[in-house]
């Protein structure tokens, strides 16, 4: 059985930072392209970053270029988003899934930034 979980998730303020992980079993994690995703409240699930299996290509959404970070540990099943410089904006759950979202889906993680 596949699971992704996503622990990490709180409240911080604007201009805060925050890093979350994204520990997956049940899968060869080392052979999937993996991603971020998150979901504002009203809003669609959108992508936020990317990252090849090897981890040697990440890609990233336009409104968090520059300022969010996505890396992984093979060896740990393990996927992090480092995010700096936080908006009010970035307030959503966030989850992990394969680049292709093959996978369930977690209960993703709630990040909120107060202004």
């Known amino acids: 059985q596949v699971q992704l979980v996503e622990p990490g998730g709180c409240l911080v303020q604007a201009g805060g930072a925050l890093s979350l992980s994204c520990v997956a079993s049940?899968?060869?994690?080392?052979?999937?392209?993996m991603a971020w995703y998150r979901q504002a409240p009203v809003k669609q699930r959108e992508l936020v970053a990317s990252?090849?299996?090897?981890?040697?290509?990440?890609n990233y959404a336009d409104s968090v270029k520059g300022r969010f970070t996505i890396s992984r540990d093979n060896a740990k099943n393990t996927m992090y988003l480092q995010m700096n410089s936080l908006k009010p904006e970035d307030t959503a759950v966030y989850y992990c899934?394969?680049?292709?979202?093959?996978?369930?889906w977690g209960q993703g993680t709630q990040v909120t930034v107060s202004p």
């Open positions: 899934n394969s680049r292709t979202e093959r996978f369930a």
């Open positions: 990252i090849s299996s090897s981890g040697g290509s990440e």
């Open positions: 049940g899968i060869i994690f080392s052979i999937y392209s």
